[in-house]
């Protein structure tokens, strides 16, 4: 780590940061008193094949004890590998300049084994992948014992036990004396990342850094594991750096942002500063690009287009230029500095943006004006009753049962997993049809039974009138396919990467037998069709971005004009702004060629966005179903309730009031799946219900009924008369019944 | 966007461009491209070329053949009259390496390119089928490896075969046996990546556009190993060539009069400091063969492999400092 490498191409000013570093008790004088971490003109720089990669440039923060800076940014903005910097985690090969003070104390330049002191004790870290980050082989308590041992070695044993099993409990682990001799393969990814919060608590750090702590996890365990940091934070009153792309998420924890992009903090403020009043582009541009799950007027989101810079260039202009839509001539003269705009003043945080312009964005600055958001296409269907649609899809009864089966040479069925049990619904055209629910509900399963189209299937699937049951030979089967196609989730997996975009595209054509020249015809029209360059058709899938690739899936979807086209979580795999931008593509394509979508996704504000009607899955059945704005204005079901209340909105004012229903538990396996309703195991109204109508629920099954509209008294106005049926059906015996106090929580605190 | 129907002459001239084939370039030339990038590759089948040419053509250079005993130069030193020296039994050392050598590339190529045929066919074909096929298949296989090769190619090419002996060449003998040999490890490499392969999003969705099966094992399966393919083919013509070396120079493999380098290594051993060219000539011969294919390999699995950093000339960029 020498300083003469890149000295030679510092500033003065730059220098004498550098070499402050080396000297002892060297002191930043802006440094304010009381901060537990301040961190100054932090530099990474790593060597790679290509030339330097200059990763973050120039992050400075302070962070004061028991507040909460959330970092935000694009995938490859820095945000992690300065987090990391601070960890002193980073490769010896990396570069690192600057300042990182814990309490006054320096940390860049320790040694690895003198930075271990800090790590774990002072400073602790939450890591994504709940999955990977403990050891299989030791127990949680042997691990939780561990991080005990290594910083207080005179602890006695007995001490280190009792203050483990504490910190289980403290976590929300049920009969934690128990639970500390289980292996990390016994607890569910949620019940991990807590295990990972207990071990980084483990020692009152002063300093607790969460990076992505709940992209890995579902919602409604994303809620319970915030509220686990929430009282970590403060049970030992730590500072945490909340690093996540996620907008919602921060937006209720956090009390200042940072919000970086291209390895350069771009806007800094406090939370009510940065949601209400941003005043920098990008900023702007990721606040509109995220769908809200509580808005039900339809807006198009706003994409951002074009990709991150490459940082092996040092960028001459502002690095934001070339994705800008306000770019300007004086934009490209110099890397603006992070300059006071003068905002609120109540975060620790100053309102700074990285913007020549920043003084004429504010508050009252239209984001989709500035950002050219497509008008929201109309479908030709839209205006056509839903009645006289004609249907593209009915499923019928359909069930996908697992047997289970146990034994080397003699198997025997110990059971049954009812993956999807009994689904009916249909969808028509030009419609958009979602169907939600936690991972393990079924739903992946009943799009591959719907992809499957096989006679022996259980129920009755019928597309574009072709029944699974009639004819299922080849013929009627290309048929079929010719109605149906499908966007995969994982855009890089489903492209063939030895086929380029061409032969990718070609397939589906050649398979139907259309000439040479035709299909070229058509390639280039699918291209352009999806937004992309038509010259790209040579390249290889990996040399496009992630958006790209999934433009690319569903352009090969649409080259055999399907009515139907079946979306597996189309975006949840994509970068926040690059998602608004396949969004506003897919609701475009709906429109413009009355195509049906059938989709399944985890995020309702995907689905609340671009679906007209959406059904809520839980453990292989349909709980409530429904016009999109119905269920999710007027949930009936105590589960839609749940799993509406458990989304994060990037409002915080909102975010801070509104209380949450926190599920117990996870999603039980579908192996002992209840007799009666399936939810009753977590169900918050069945919690406070008496003993005698309890029994109700856990000997019946509750059936599809049909929703009324709401009674005017909820202050709602209804459309109708009172009382009239809806579209909308539940699955639940009390739905209004009265939600159990303890799995209600509100942070008016805050 | 983009009307569909719509015709302006932008598209018309797009249409034209399309038609004159300057924007979908063929993936062949992609390939061939890559490769050529890579100098250490393009040099390794520049070698290997020349060395298969001079092979095949290499006896017009010399009056002398491989039968032709010439008395006035027994175990002499490479002279004006024979370029490389002689052998003991006085016949032209270069004649002798040139056709040494031809069998040499012919029992490699033949070996490394079929039984990575094979293995390619039965692996995907165990892997694309599952169930029993897959069982019964994988105990064959299995059998097959247990089978101790050594004693077979021993017994096959001298005492045991004779009838055989006499219809075939000894070279063709050889080539059958490590045949059967060689294929099984690739096999079962094969058949364990076609069986991830299946389980990959692209191959499902093939499946979800209806294309049949065969289509699906021929363009999604097959190139997606074709990279460990194009490595296996290279290695196995390397392995082949150095069985057979192996199998001469102990005794088991080509048999006189029948020519290989192999054999003229193994003949030259013992008298290594008497005679060195006669031990040199052929072994360097050897050398240049292998190496030029090991410096092929890099070169090819790069110019295959679509994940290869290798993404044009003008991207290309060293690191300064």
């Given at each position: 780590?020498?300083?003469?490498?890149?000295?030679?191409?510092?500033?003065?000013?730059?220098?004498?940061?550098?070499?402050?570093?080396?000297?002892?008790?060297?002191?930043?004088?802006?440094?304010?008193?009381?901060?537990?971490?301040?961190?100054?003109?932090?530099n990474?720089?790593?060597?790679?094949?290509?030339?330097?990669v200059?990763a973050?440039?120039?992050?400075d923060?302070?962070?004061?004890?028991?507040?909460?800076?959330?970092?935000?940014?694009?995938s490859?903005?820095?945000?992690?590998?300065?987090?990391?910097?601070?960890?002193?985690?980073?490769?010896?090969?990396?570069?690192?300049?600057?300042?990182?003070?814990?309490?006054?104390?320096?940390?860049?330049?320790?040694?690895d084994?003198a930075?271990?002191?800090?790590?774990?004790?002072?400073?602790?870290?939450?890591?994504?992948?709940?999955?990977?980050?403990?050891?299989?082989?030791?127990?949680?308590?042997?691990?939780?014992?561990?991080?005990?041992?290594?910083?207080?070695?005179?602890?006695?044993?007995?001490?280190?036990?009792?203050?483990?099993?504490?910190?289980?409990?403290?976590?929300?682990?049920?009969s934690?004396?128990?639970?500390?001799?289980?292996?990390?393969?016994?607890f569910?990814?949620?019940?991990?990342?807590?295990?990972?919060?207990?071990?980084?608590?483990?020692?009152?750090?002063?300093?607790?850094?969460?990076?992505?702590?709940?992209?890995?996890?579902?919602?409604?365990?994303?809620?319970?594991?915030?509220?686990?940091?929430?009282?970590?934070?403060?049970?030992?009153?730590?500072?945490?750096?909340?690093?996540?792309?996620?907008?919602g998420?921060?937006?209720?924890?956090?009390?200042?942002?940072?919000?970086?992009?291209?390895?350069?903090?771009?806007?800094?403020?406090?939370?009510?500063?940065?949601y209400?009043?941003?005043?920098?582009p990008?900023?702007?541009?990721?606040?509109?690009?995220?769908?809200?799950?509580?808005?039900?007027?339809?807006?198009?989101?706003?994409?951002?287009?074009?990709?991150?810079?490459?940082?092996?260039?040092?960028?001459?202009?502002?690095?934001?230029?070339?994705r800008?839509?306000?770019?300007?001539?004086?934009?490209?003269?110099?890397?603006?500095?992070?300059?006071?705009?003068?905002?609120?003043?109540?975060?620790?945080?100053?309102?700074?943006?990285?913007?020549?312009?920043?003084?004429?964005?504010?508050?009252?600055?239209?984001?989709?004006?500035?950002?050219h958001?497509?008008?929201?296409?109309?479908?030709r269907?839209?205006?056509?009753?839903?009645?006289?649609?004609?249907?593209?899809?009915?499923?019928?009864?359909?069930?996908?049962?697992?047997?289970?089966?146990?034994?080397?040479?003699?198997?025997?069925?110990?059971?049954?997993?009812?993956?999807?049990?009994?689904?009916?619904?249909?969808?028509?055209?030009?419609?958009?049809?979602?169907?939600v629910?936690?991972?393990?509900?079924?739903?992946?399963?009943?799009?591959?039974?719907?992809?499957?189209?096989?006679?022996?299937q259980?129920?009755?699937?019928?597309?574009?009138?072709?029944?699974?049951?009639?004819?299922?030979?080849?013929?009627?089967?290309?048929?079929?396919?010719?109605e149906?196609?499908?966007?995969?989730?994982?855009p890089?997996?489903?492209?063939?990467?030895?086929?380029?975009?061409?032969?990718?595209?070609?397939?589906?054509?050649?398979?139907?037998?259309?000439?040479?020249?035709?299909?070229?015809?058509?390639?280039?029209?699918?291209?352009?069709?999806?937004?992309?360059?038509p010259?790209?058709?040579?390249?290889?899938?990996?040399?496009?971005?992630?958006?790209?690739?999934?433009?690319?899936?569903i352009?090969?979807?649409?080259?055999?004009?399907?009515?139907l086209?079946?979306?597996?979580?189309?975006?949840?795999?994509?970068?926040?702004s690059?998602?608004?931008?396949?969004?506003?593509?897919?609701?475009?394509?709906?429109?413009?060629?009355?195509?049906?979508?059938?989709?399944?996704?985890?995020d309702?504000?995907?689905?609340?966005?671009?679906?007209?009607?959406?059904?809520?899955?839980?453990?292989?059945?349909?709980?409530?179903?429904?016009?999109?704005?119905?269920?999710?204005?007027?949930?009936?079901?105590?589960?839609?309730?749940?799993?509406?209340?458990?989304?994060?909105?990037?409002?915080?004012?909102?975010?801070?009031?509104?209380?949450?229903?926190?599920?117990?538990?996870?999603?039980?396996?579908?192996?002992?799946?209840?007799?009666?309703?399936?939810?009753?195991?977590?169900?918050?109204?069945?919690?406070?219900?008496?003993?005698?109508?309890?029994?109700?629920?856990?000997?019946?099954?509750?059936?599809?009924?049909?929703?009324?509209?709401?009674?005017?008294?909820?202050?709602?106005?209804?459309?109708?008369?009172?009382?009239?049926?809806?579209?909308?059906?539940?699955?639940?015996?009390?739905?209004?019944?009265?939600?159990?106090?303890?799995?209600?929580?509100?942070?008016?605190?805050? | 966007?983009?009307?569909?129907?719509?015709i302006?002459p932008?598209?018309?001239?797009?249409e034209a461009?399309?038609?004159?084939?300057?924007?979908?370039?063929?993936?062949s030339?992609?390939?061939?491209?890559?490769?050529?990038?890579?100098?250490?590759?393009?040099t390794?089948?520049?070698?290997?070329?020349?060395?298969?040419?001079?092979?095949?053509?290499?006896?017009?250079?010399?009056?002398?053949?491989?039968?032709?005993?010439?008395?006035?130069?027994i175990?002499m030193?490479?002279?004006?009259?024979?370029?490389?020296?002689?052998?003991?039994?006085?016949?032209?050392?270069?004649?002798?390496?040139?056709?040494?050598t031809?069998?040499?590339?012919?029992?490699?190529?033949?070996?490394?390119?079929?039984?990575?045929?094979?293995?390619?066919?039965?692996?995907?074909t165990?892997?694309?089928?599952?169930?029993?096929?897959?069982?019964?298949?994988?105990?064959?296989?299995?059998?097959?490896?247990?089978?101790p090769?050594?004693?077979?190619?021993?017994?096959?090419?001298?005492?045991?075969?004779?009838?055989?002996?006499?219809?075939?060449?000894?070279?063709?003998?050889?080539?059958?046996?490590?045949?059967i040999?060689?294929?099984?490890?690739?096999?079962?490499?094969?058949?364990?990546?076609?069986?991830?392969?299946?389980?990959?999003?692209?191959?499902?969705?093939?499946?979800?556009?209806?294309?049949?099966?065969?289509?699906?094992?021929?363009?999604?399966?097959?190139?997606?190993?074709?990279?460990?393919?194009?490595?296996?083919?290279?290695?196995?013509?390397?392995?082949?060539?150095?069985?057979?070396?192996?199998?001469s120079?102990?005794?088991?493999?080509?048999?006189?009069?029948?020519?290989?380098?192999?054999?003229?290594?193994?003949?030259?051993?013992?008298q290594?400091?008497?005679?060195?060219?006669?031990?040199?000539?052929?072994?360097?011969?050897?050398?240049?063969?292998?190496?030029?294919?090991?410096?092929?390999?890099?070169?090819?699995?790069?110019?295959?492999?679509?994940?290869?950093?290798?993404?044009?000339?003008?991207?290309?960029?060293?690191?300064?400092?």
């Amino acid at each position: 780590m020498s300083s003469e490498t890149t000295a030679t191409d510092l500033s003065t000013a730059e220098r004498l940061h550098v070499a402050g570093l080396h000297s002892a008790h060297g002191h930043y004088s802006d440094a304010p008193a009381g901060a537990v971490l301040s961190v100054r003109d932090l530099n990474v720089r790593f060597n790679t094949e290509n030339g330097v990669v200059h990763a973050v440039r120039g992050v400075d923060f302070d962070l004061m004890p028991g507040k909460t800076l959330g970092i935000v940014g694009e995938s490859g903005s820095g945000k992690s590998v300065t987090s990391m910097a601070i960890m002193g985690l980073l490769p010896e090969t990396a570069e690192v300049t600057g300042s990182v003070r814990l309490k006054g104390q320096e940390l860049l330049g320790l040694s690895d084994k003198a930075m271990c002191r800090y790590r774990g004790n002072e400073m602790a870290m939450v890591f994504q992948d709940p999955l990977s980050s403990l050891t299989p082989v030791y127990t949680v308590g042997n691990q939780i014992i561990e991080a005990l041992t290594v910083h207080n070695p005179t602890m006695s044993k007995q001490a280190k036990e009792a203050r483990a099993v504490e910190l289980l409990g403290m976590v929300g682990i049920p009969s934690p004396k128990d639970r500390l001799k289980a292996f990390p393969h016994e607890f569910s990814g949620g019940m991990r990342q807590r295990v990972m919060i207990a071990i980084a608590i483990a020692n009152n750090p002063r300093v607790l850094i969460a990076d992505e702590p709940t992209t890995a996890l579902d919602v409604t365990i994303q809620a319970q594991v915030l509220e686990v940091l929430h009282t970590a934070q403060e049970e030992t009153g730590a500072a945490v750096v909340m690093i996540t792309h996620d907008l919602g998420v921060v937006a209720g924890m956090a009390d200042d942002i940072m919000v970086m992009y291209a390895g350069k903090p771009v806007e800094t403020g406090s939370v009510d500063d940065i949601y209400y009043n941003p005043r920098m582009p990008y900023t702007m541009g990721l606040l509109g690009a995220v769908p809200r799950v509580d808005v039900a007027e339809k807006t198009s989101l706003v994409p951002i287009e074009g990709i991150p810079p490459n940082l092996i260039h040092a960028p001459t202009g502002c690095s934001f230029a070339p994705r800008c839509p306000l770019v300007s001539d004086a934009c490209l003269q110099g890397e603006p500095a992070l300059a006071p705009v003068g905002g609120t003043g109540d975060g620790t945080l100053e309102h700074r943006a990285a913007c020549i312009k920043s003084e004429d964005l504010g508050a009252d600055v239209d984001v989709h004006q500035i950002f050219h958001a497509p008008e929201v296409p109309v479908s030709r269907f839209d205006a056509v009753p839903r009645a006289e649609r004609k249907a593209v899809l009915e499923l019928t009864d359909v069930k996908k049962h697992f047997p289970l089966m146990k034994g080397a040479l003699l198997k025997r069925r110990i059971g049954t997993v009812k993956a999807v049990d009994g689904l009916s619904f249909d969808i028509r055209e030009g419609e958009c049809f979602s169907i939600v629910g936690e991972s393990g509900c079924g739903k992946t399963t009943t799009l591959l039974e719907i992809m499957e189209f096989h006679r022996d299937q259980d129920g009755e699937v019928k597309i574009g009138g072709l029944s699974n049951k009639a004819a299922s030979d080849a013929k009627t089967k290309a048929a079929m396919r010719k109605e149906l196609q499908m966007v995969f989730q994982d855009p890089t997996g489903a492209l063939d990467p030895r086929f380029t975009v061409y032969e990718v595209l070609a397939e589906p054509l050649e398979n139907s037998g259309m000439a040479k020249p035709a299909i070229r015809k058509r390639i280039m029209e699918l291209m352009e069709l999806v937004g992309l360059q038509p010259d790209h058709v040579n390249r290889f899938p990996n040399q496009f971005s992630g958006g790209q690739r999934q433009r690319i899936g569903i352009a090969r979807a649409l080259a055999v004009n399907p009515k139907l086209v079946v979306l597996d979580e189309p975006v949840s795999a994509l970068d926040v702004s690059v998602q608004a931008g396949v969004i506003n593509l897919l609701d475009l394509l709906r429109a413009e060629l009355g195509l049906s979508y059938l989709m399944v996704a985890h995020d309702l504000s995907v689905v609340r966005h671009i679906s007209n009607r959406v059904a809520v899955m839980y453990l292989g059945k349909i709980v409530e179903i429904g016009d999109v704005d119905n269920v999710f204005d007027n949930p009936r079901h105590p589960y839609t309730r749940a799993l509406l209340s458990a989304i994060p909105v990037p409002d915080p004012q909102l975010e801070r009031t509104r209380e949450r229903i926190i599920l117990q538990g996870d999603l039980p396996s579908p192996l002992d799946a209840p007799t009666g309703c399936n939810f009753a195991t977590r169900c918050p109204v069945f919690a406070a219900l008496p003993a005698a109508k309890q029994e109700k629920c856990l000997t019946l099954e509750p059936p599809l009924e049909t929703a009324t509209a709401p009674a005017p008294a909820t202050g709602r106005p209804a459309d109708g008369p009172p009382s009239a049926p809806t579209d909308q059906q539940f699955a639940c015996f009390y739905p209004d019944g009265e939600l159990d106090a303890d799995m209600l929580v509100v942070h008016e605190s805050l | 966007m983009t009307n569909l129907n719509a015709i302006d002459p932008a598209a018309v001239a797009e249409e034209a461009k399309i038609e004159n084939n300057d924007v979908v370039i063929a993936k062949s030339r992609i390939i061939v491209r890559r490769f050529l990038r890579n100098k250490t590759a393009v040099t390794g089948l520049v070698i290997f070329v020349l060395l298969t040419v001079l092979s095949l053509i290499g006896g017009i250079f010399s009056s002398w053949d491989k039968e032709t005993i010439d008395p006035f130069n027994i175990g002499m030193g490479p002279s004006s009259e024979h370029l490389l020296g002689t052998s003991q039994a006085g016949i032209d050392l270069y004649a002798l390496t040139v056709e040494g050598t031809r069998v040499s590339i012919l029992i490699g190529l033949v070996v490394g390119l079929v039984s990575v045929l094979i293995a390619a066919v039965y692996g995907c074909t165990m892997a694309y089928f599952g169930g029993k096929v897959d069982k019964v298949m994988l105990f064959i296989l299995e059998a097959l490896i247990m089978m101790p090769a050594l004693l077979v190619v021993a017994v096959a090419t001298s005492g045991g075969g004779n009838g055989l002996q006499q219809n075939l060449p000894s070279w063709l003998l050889l080539i059958i046996v490590l045949l059967i040999f060689n294929w099984m490890g690739t096999a079962r490499l094969i058949r364990s990546l076609s069986m991830s392969l299946m389980q990959r999003d692209f191959v499902k969705a093939a499946q979800y556009m209806g294309i049949p099966a065969r289509r699906i094992v021929w363009r999604h399966l097959v190139p997606n190993i074709g990279s460990l393919l194009v490595l296996d083919i290279t290695r196995g013509v390397t392995g082949a060539i150095l069985a057979e070396v192996a199998f001469s120079f102990i005794g088991i493999g080509i048999k006189v009069p029948d020519v290989s380098l192999g054999v003229l290594i193994g003949q030259a051993t013992s008298q290594v400091s008497t005679f060195p060219w006669m031990f040199w000539v052929p072994l360097t011969v050897m050398f240049l063969l292998t190496g030029s294919l090991a410096m092929m390999n890099d070169g090819l699995r790069d110019a295959f492999d679509p994940s290869s950093s290798s993404i044009g000339s003008a991207k290309k960029k060293k690191k300064t400092s």
